[in-house]
């Protein structure tokens, strides 16, 4: 794995973006009526903050992570960085997705160098492009073409161009859910290293509960709103302990992690010391609502440092 380096490039110089959603919702319009997916949310993000997206498959995941880039548009509401509002894809966001979607003919290098912001200086591009094959692990692949490289590779590979013009705000939707078991648990760990070196607010998608709970400052849940159809958010928790996190057992992770799963409507078969737990779904809710608020009054000022 890459140890983590600042930055030394002129191109790296963003720094990581506050995000605002207010109020957004999304419906698409479908052959005689609509379909209402968001709702209601709402949410503020810190400079640097991870924030994990969890909820069942189709509710929504995706759609929220387009509207905060502005690659879909909310039907109401709307979505600010850095106190200015998002209209069409904005560049001070870069997105990742499940596949690498690199560019078969080109090498990684000449991938990577894709992300970076139009006009920049050739050498400087040059050595930018250096830099986050290092940082990710490829410095010695960067002539090589997507298909001589593994998919792990080939994913580090993506990252690189995603980071490669210092995005305020970094948005990856299952970025390691195509990757195996292995892979996935070293990509989630260099993803804290290249968010230790180039720190920028990074919203994650993931179906991984224990994912989120390894990388998450805070896990957002996604859930049916109690107000309408559609989705909204469902509980906001914070992650107790700093990362980087014990992948053993830890009590209070455990805790949330069964809470989460139950919120996720998978029953977690847990026995405590009170027998076997029995939460429904609408306790879960209402617990979940009520830890959210005090998440809102207990929350550390800032992001927590990922080393
Ligand atoms: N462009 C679109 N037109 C019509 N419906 C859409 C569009 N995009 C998304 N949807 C619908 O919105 C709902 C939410 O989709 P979305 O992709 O956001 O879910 P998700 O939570 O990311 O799911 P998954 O975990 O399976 O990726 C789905 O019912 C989907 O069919
Ligand atoms: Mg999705």
């Known amino acids: 794995m ?171 939707d299952e970025p390691f859910g195509a990757l195996d078991a292995l892979t996935r648990l070293r990509m989630q760990d260099l993803l804290l290293d290249i968010h230790a070196a180039e720190p920028s607010t990074v919203v994650l998608v993931t179906h991984d509960v224990d994912e989120a709970l390894y990388l998450a400052d805070r896990i957002v849940l996604l859930a049916a709103s109690p107000s309408g159809p559609g989705n909204t958010i469902g509980s906001v928790r914070t992650v107790p302990g700093q990362r980087p996190r014990d992948r053993a057992f830890d009590p209070q992770i455990a805790r949330l992690r069964i809470e989460l799963l139950e919120g996720l409507g998978v029953p977690s078969h847990h026995e405590d010391d009170h027998g076997p737990t029995t939460t429904t779904r609408n306790d879960v809710h209402r617990s979940t609502r009520h830890r959210n608020d005090d998440d809102r009054t207990d929350r550390p000022v800032g992001p927590r440092s990922s080393s």
């Open 2 to 172: 890459p140890s983590p380096s600042a930055p030394t490039t002129s191109v790296a110089s963003a720094a990581a973006h506050p995000v605002a959603i207010r109020d957004v919702a999304r419906e698409f319009a479908l052959a005689g009526g609509s379909l209402p997916v968001l709702r209601d949310v709402d949410l503020d993000i810190e400079p640097g903050e991870i924030v994990v997206l969890l909820g069942t498959s189709g509710s929504g995941k995706s759609t929220l992570l387009r509207q905060v880039c502005g690659l879909d548009v909310p039907s109401s509401g709307h979505v600010l960085i850095d106190g200015t509002p998002v209209r069409g894809v904005d560049p001070r966001c870069a997105v990742a997705f499940q596949e690498p979607r690199l560019l078969a003919w080109r090498s990684l290098s000449q991938n990577v160098a894709l992300g970076l912001p139009r006009g920049t200086d050739k050498q400087d591009g040059a050595a930018r492009v250096a830099e986050l094959l290092e940082l990710v692990g490829l410095a010695e692949f960067g002539g090589h073409r997507p298909k001589q490289v593994s998919g792990g590779m080939a994913q580090r590979a993506a990252l690189a161009r995603a980071l490669a013009r210092s995005p305020g705000v970094l948005l990856l």
